[in-house]
T-cell receptor, first 115, second 112 residues
Framework: GAVVSQHPSRVICKSGTSVKIECRSL??????MFWYRQFPKQSLMLMAT?????????EQGVEKDKFLINHASLTLSTLTVTSAHPEDSSFYIC???????????FGPGTRLLVL | KNEVEQSPQNLTAQEGEFITINCSYS?????LHWLQQHPGGGIVSLFM???GKKKHGRLIATINIQEKHSSLHITASHPRDSAVYIC??????????????FGKGTLLTVNP
């Protein structure tokens, strides 16, 4: 149990376009989902925390107008990178937990390349 | 902000060896995670613990709250154990958000 999926697994887009990444909890209801970004050979960095039905909480330095997060249901959260630039190229990982204080289950990640 | 230090950064072992990866953190936590990240990037949660010791197959995780230190042990290591092992600590930050602070990871390579 506790499987989290992400789609797509990798995406290449042109600079200036928007990209949507989906994170789904397949066999449990996730009240909280987390979005992380990982640059090569670096640690995961938390971008934002989303709770179902409410606005996401963004970490300092993360532009909320650029990285739009929607957690409309207990099994789906989306991250939209708007007007993507080459510096947004990274590995984006989501995690989900039934309750915020419980174990986070990680998705397989989405590799984004912006040309 | 919690600082999480892992050691070693890189570890190469021969198949069958006993492996230990260490994690130290600077301030109190509510829980500590050990994660495994394979070359493709996907992350698997191995353990979440707040005290004592947990065992799953050939993996053992221990934590000493007073010393702010945790270890991950792998017995009878195998080449398929080759991955990056990441320590992450959870700081209760109030409200309903429980954030993780991650170590930089330990790259383990097990040679046949």
């Amino acid at each position: 149990g506790a499987v989290v999926s992400q789609h797509p697994s990798r995406v290449i887009c042109k600079s200036g376009t928007s990209v949507k990444i989906e994170c789904r909890s397949l066999d449990f209801q996730a009240t909280t989902m987390f979005w992380y970004r990982q640059f090569p050979k670096q640690s995961l960095m938390l971008m934002a925390t989303s709770n179902e039905g409410s606005k996401a909480t963004y970490e300092q330095g993360v532009e909320k107008d650029k990285f739009l997060i929607n957690h409309a249901s207990l099994t789906l959260s989306t991250l939209t990178v708007t007007s993507a630039h080459p510096e947004d190229s990274s590995f984006y990982i989501c995690s989900a937990s039934r309750l915020a204080r419980e174990t986070q289950y990680f998705g397989p990640g989405t590799r984004l390349l912006v040309l | 902000k919690n600082e999480v230090e892992q050691s070693p950064q890189n570890l190469t072992a021969q198949e069958g060896e006993f492996i230990t990866i260490n994690c130290s953190y600077s301030v109190g936590i509510s829980a500590l995670h050990w994660l495994q990240q394979h070359p493709g990037g996907g992350i698997v949660s191995l353990f979440m613990l707040s005290s004592g010791k947990k065992k799953h197959g050939r993996l053992i995780a221990t934590i000493n709250i007073q010393e702010k230190h945790s270890s991950l042990h792998i017995t009878a290591s195998h080449p398929r154990d080759s991955a990056v092992y990441i320590c992450a600590v959870r700081n209760p930050s109030g409200g309903s958000n429980y954030k993780l602070t991650f170590g930089k990871g330990t790259l383990l390579t097990v040679n046949p």
